[in-house]
């Protein structure tokens, strides 16, 4: 392998990489950045994972210089706010021993901060279209001095309609620029747009001519599984020996909310990335998962270029991608940096024909994904499951009664008991607002007072009441109620009712 050193990178910038283990080249940065040195614009082509960023970053760094001029000189257009962020570290990485500032421009966050670092003469700004050319709109944000243009993920840019925001930057910025262009596909699209806006690039191409689509240092297993035992078998599959950091790809953002409550209560350290988050919960999540605080990450296709994490050792898809690129493109986060990874798909029934089409393109030899359940001996021989696991690492907590009184206890439905009693009390109330409850006379019933043909259940009433009205409206009561009392042992429910026709 070739050092950075060699490929004529400037000795501090070896040292910061150096510093951080990160000592031989990949493929793409041997070819990439001798060229990118000397100012030929490039059109790179690689699949995820295989060091783009250090390929285009660290010539870039050169030729901006090691302590710059105050303000913009070279731009880095990524298509979301995880690849942002993620582009962005790697840049300040290298860039640790050198006067140039990078900063982050995307949208989720508060532009006070973004554009406190620009008037404070940032040199190379990495940031999304909408939100640069927001700033760049409200001229905030000057483009007229970029010498160093890259677009990082050109294919995803354009899957997400950005073709005419790319256009535009590319007009606020000089002709004479040098640029590179990055994608892991080549449609038709983005060729003619380096032929627009590039000067003669060269196309490099990272991939062995004679390896498939699909990396090789993958190993994919595709599984017709039920949807109400997914869960089931993620939680056995997460078990797994050798199992690392994990990413598991939804179709939504509401089932990647739910999966990740449901792995939570299963007792798994996941979290998730989804629309339904603000940028900051989505960076927390993402840091979390980075440092190894949460081992399973649960994500919507949208985060999945983001994720630029090395030590990933499984993806699962709980559904089928709408295609092969968006399939590439989930299973990439595995296999990363020269490791092995393993890319578990399930395939729904209502979904065969979306495999079918993934299957044919990418060759795989799969037409009929085996039928799978989470008690399948072949899941446990194919993922090195431990015999005996379950889904589950710890039971699902139980919900804490209420202890019932001793009076509960020996009644044996005390607590329904005690229920009568506060409807008494709050029915009661609403009856005869200004005086004592029913339930206040039943308290008496309690110690032996004779309510037998009339008896005096109303005495205590009659001491705590006043006269006048008041006193004539409780001696109605005590009257329509003794009507309806047949014994000592008159019950909660009977008394309400006594109280309700009194009030009535």
Known sequence: MTTFLELGVDQDMVDALTDKGITEAFPIQEQTIPLALTGQDIIGQAKTGTGKTFGFGLPLLQRVG??????????????????????????????????????????????????????????????TPGRLLDLASQRLLNLGNVREMVLDEADKMLDLGFLADIEKLFAKTPATRHTMLFSATMPGTIVTLARRFMSKPIHIRASDPDEGAAQANIEHIIYRAH???????????LQAEGRGKTVIFMRTKRAAAKLQEELVDRGFNAASVHGDLNQDQRERAMAAFKAGKKDILIATDVAARGIDVDDVTHVINHT????????????????????????????????????????????????????????????????????????RLKATPVKERAPRSEGSRSGGDGSREERGRSRNRSRTRSANPKGPGRHEAHGHEQHGHDQEGGGEPGAPLLQDGGEGSTSRRRRRRRRGGSQGVEGADTTATSADTTAATSAE
């Open 227 to 237: 949807s109400l035992d997914k869960d089931e078998v993620i939680g056995r599959i």
């Open 320 to 391: 089928v991608p709408d295609d092969e690129k968006t399939y590439l493109h989930r299973v990439g986060r595995t296999g990363r940096a020269g490791r092995t990874g393993i890319a578990v798909t399930f395939v729904d029934w209502d979904d065969l024909h979306k495999w079918a089409l993934i299957n044919k393109a990418l060759d795989f030899g799969v037409p009929e994904p085996v039928e799978t359940y989470s008690s399948s001996p072949h899941l446990f021989a194919d993922l090195k499951i431990p015999e005996g696991s379950k889904g």
């Open 66 to 127: 090691a302590d710059p001029e105050p303000g913009v000189q070279a731009l880095v257009v990524v298509p979301t706010r995880e690849l942002c962020v993620q582009v962005y570290e790697d840049l300040e990485l290298a860039a640790k021993n050198r006067g140039a500032t990078v900063v982050p421009i995307y949208g989720g966050k508060a532009y006070e901060g973004q554009i406190e670092q620009l008037k404070a003469g940032a040199q190379i700004v990495v940031g």
